[in-house]
């Protein structure tokens, strides 16, 4: 599954490996997660000139979409909170920037979710054509008003993915809302095993929460009732807990991607130890830019050295169980 091929120097930061991917070659294990900063062209162009692993496009739709009022998004020191309302270009448009993309040598993550299943296929061929190089088939996004996420229905994303496969070659990733419960974990891994999925990102915000400011007496964002999608590091015990069972339910055949408060390179090394093969960035991405990739990949290189590990992969799904005495205060 995954080759180490040559090696390359990515903004004055030693990047020690191009890596393979579902036959894709990656620079960086570190890319951005599809949501800020990744929906108009200057953005996408920014991502193609930084130290980010790939170029991952904001979820598109069949329609280009204005999206939900502002604001409709916050930030504070544990996270952020969004109601996007998948504002973007229509998947039209994403077909026709796709191979301007290809110039940055880097692989191009077109994310994309329909409205229905006729939807999903019709897009997924046309930036298959347009050269994407993975897709990601987003099945939560938690903020339109009146479409449940269809990852919480195990039927539905099962019939989903089963015909989003048979229509295309190209790497599909599944972009995941977190679960809770072991099962729930257990069956959708079965789900994308069967259906021979290439990569499983996890996990997408937790839907449906909300941030209060108690001085105003009002939510912070105003979408839904101010109900949105939170990330950062209020979310990253809970997306680290689902990359762990994931990695483990998918024995390896399944590379996962684990996305969910990562700012620094420490934060980046606790998902590889919990099983993830590559790490994406959203809410210290949109608040620092793109410089953040060079340095998190800086932070993570210093982190290995001292930890003396040669390379990543030593390190990559190796959580230990604890032992001995608990945890105390500043542990
Ligand atoms: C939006 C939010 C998401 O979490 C997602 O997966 C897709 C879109 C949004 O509101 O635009």
Redesign the pocket.
């Known amino acids: 599954m995954l080759t180490v091929i040559l090696k390359k120097e990515v903004e004055g930061v030693f990047v020690d490996q191009f890596y393979s991917f579902n036959s894709v070659l990656f620079p960086s294990r570190i890319m951005n997660a ?2 800020p900063l990744c929906t108009w062209e200057q953005e996408l162009n920014a991502l193609g000139e930084s130290a980010s692993g790939a170029i991952v496009l904001k ?1 598109t739709t069949f329609e280009p979409r204005a ?2 009022d502002r604001p409709k998004y916050f930030e504070n020191e544990w996270g952020s909170i ?6 973007n270009l229509g998947y039209k448009k994403y077909c026709e920037l796709i191979p301007k993309l290809k110039r940055f040598n880097k692989p191009v993550i077109s994310s994309l ?1 329909g409205f229905s299943l006729e939807e999903f296929t019709t897009m997924v061929g046309a930036l298959d054509q347009a050269g994407a190089d993975i897709l990601e088939i ?1 099945l ?4 339109i008003a009146g479409k449940p996420q269809v990852a919480y229905d195990f039927e539905m994303s099962e019939k989903y993915l089963h015909t989003i496969r048979s229509t295309t070659e190209k790497p599909l990733w599944v ?1 995941l809302p977190p679960y809770f419960e072991t099962i729930h974990r257990q069956e959708m891994a079965r789900i994308l095993l069967k259906n021979e999925v290439n990569g499983v990102t996890l996990i ?2 937790l839907g449906n929460a909300l941030i209060v400011d108690p001085e105003k007496e009002q939510a912070v964002i105003k979408p839904k009732q101010g109900l949105g ?1 939170v990330g950062g590091k209020y979310v990253k015990p809970v997306a680290l807990g689902n990359v762990f069972t994931f990695s483990q339910e998918l024995e390896n055949k399944i590379p996962v991607i684990g996305v969910g408060g990562i700012y620094t390179g420490m934060d980046a090394f606790e998902f590889f130890l919990c099983g993830a093969q590559l790490v994406q960035i959203g809410t210290a991405y949109k608040s620092q830019g793109p410089g953040i990739f060079a340095r998190v990949q800086g932070e993570l290189n210093e982190l290995l050295q001292r930890k003396n590990y040669a390379r990543i992969e030593d390190a990559i799904g190796k959580l230990k169980v604890v032992e001995g005495e608990e945890y105390g205060f500043g542990a």
């Not at 969004?82 to 504002?87: D, K």
């Not at 939560?140 to 903020?143: K, L, M, W």
Request: charge should be neutral; charged fraction near 10%.
């Open positions: 599809s949501g979820t999206g939900n969004n109601s996007n309302g998948l504002e979710s987003n939560s996004c938690p903020n972009k997408n915000s999608g």
